[in-house]
Every structure is written in C-alpha cells, then in structure tokens.
C-alpha cells in the first residue's frame, strides 16, 4: 500500500506543534507551555521533557481549570510523539480530550486534544480513524473565530486523509476548502505551497495531469 506521497501525520504535527490556545490560561502555565513548544521546534526534546517535569511540581498546578490540565497533556502528546513514545502519545491525547469535555467552552483547546490523537492514528497507520478524528477537530475549528490560521492545516489533514484511503471525490472539497481558509488568513507562500502540491497529488492520482500541473 503506497502512501499519500507528502506530509500525511507531519501536517498533523505542524498544527499540534503551532498550537496556541485562545482559551485564558494562567500566564505561568501559558509561559511555561511556550517554552515546551519552543524547545520540540528547535529539536531539544530531552530538554522539553524537563521542562514537563517542571510543570509537574509547580506550586500553581493543583488550581488548574480542566482545559488548563488538557493542555498539559496536548504538550506532553507532542513531547511524546518526538520521542517515539506512542503508547504515552494515545494515553495524553485521550486524557487531554476527556479533560476538554469537561469544559465545553474551550473548543480551541479540544481542537488541540483531537489534533494530538490523530498524530497517533495517523503515525499507526489507522487512516479511517484519523480520517474521523480529523473530520472532528475541523468541525470543532470551525467553531472558532474565522481568522483561526490553523483551519486550513485541519481541512488539509481531511483531505489528505481521504486521498490515502483513495477517496479523492472526498479529499478534493477538504482540500479546497484548506485552499479558502490559506488564502484568507494564513497565506504564506509555505502555506499556499503545501495546499497546492497537495491537490497536485491528487489530480495525479486522478489522472487529471492538466489540473496536476497547474498545481505545481
């Protein structure tokens, strides 16, 4: 079975790694989370996990909302996925979707849990799964502000989800609207890149190799 041929579980982990929730953190929780985020970017994933370990035994932690707690686990799923850890990988990502559910407000958050769960279907191969998680966390993004710049890598998940498992008459209308949401609020020639190569992809695998090119 040949893979999608581009980023499939990597353009799950550029949103997990970019996220940022909009929900009211504790400014030392929310510092602390930044620098996480900061050192998985620059490759110190051992130091990463350090600062985790700070986190754990900070005076602040016991009063933390559900959705503050959530976080926490979002970050250690994607400390988790960097060190090949997937069983702690689908143990965060589910305790970090039920902590979610109990404060149903911060949808950015929840959108954050369900990306952290698709980045282990998605690494095991489980593309129906992913596919379904994925269709999730667009419908909870959808939900956000229009500017939410991350919506155009969950719609381009869907898609690429759906053109592995070969269903293009699907994966076209996710990607397009990847392509909608880029243009408007994130239209960084990197961004436009990834959504055109990858409906470049799939005209390809439609032998549709006119369109194919015009996305090149």
């Known amino acids: 079975h040949r893979h999608w041929p581009d980023l499939f579980a990597l353009m799950a ?8 929730a909009e929900t009211a953190m504790l400014p030392e929780l929310d510092a602390a989370l930044d620098e996480v985020s900061q050192l998985v970017d620059s490759g110190q994933v051992t ?6 370990k700070r986190i754990s035994v900070a005076p602040w932690l016991a009063g933390l909302s559900p959705a503050e707690r959530a976080e926490i686990h979002v970050h250690t ?15 965060q990502a ?12 911060a949808l950015d958050v929840m959108a954050d849990a369900l990306n952290a769960r698709g980045l282990f279907l ?6 129906a799964e992913y596919v379904a998680i994925s269709e999730e966390e667009l419908a909870v993004r ?24 070969g269903q293009f008459s699907q994966a076209e ?39 194919a090119a015009d996305m090149f």
């Open 13 to 20: 982990l550029m949103l997990l790694a970019e996220a940022h």
């Open 173 to 211: 209308p996710a990607m397009l609207e990847a392509l909608h949401f880029a243009e408007r609020h994130d239209p960084r020639p990197s961004v436009l890149g990834a959504v055109y190569t990858n409906l470049g992809f799939l005209y390809g695998g439609r032998k549709e190799y006119r369109s």
């Open 122 to 127: 998605g690494e095991l191969g489980r593309t």
């Open 94 to 105: 589910d305790t970090a979707i039920r902590l979610a559910k109990q404060q149903p407000t």
């Open 47 to 52: 130091a990463a996990r350090q600062a985790l």
């Open 77 to 91: 799923a994607q400390v988790a996925f960097h060190e090949r850890k997937f069983d702690e990988l689908e143990h």
């Open 142 to 165: 959808r939900r956000l502000p229009p500017n939410e710049a991350q919506l155009w890598v969950a719609a381009l998940n869907v898609g690429i989800g759906y053109a592995e498992l």
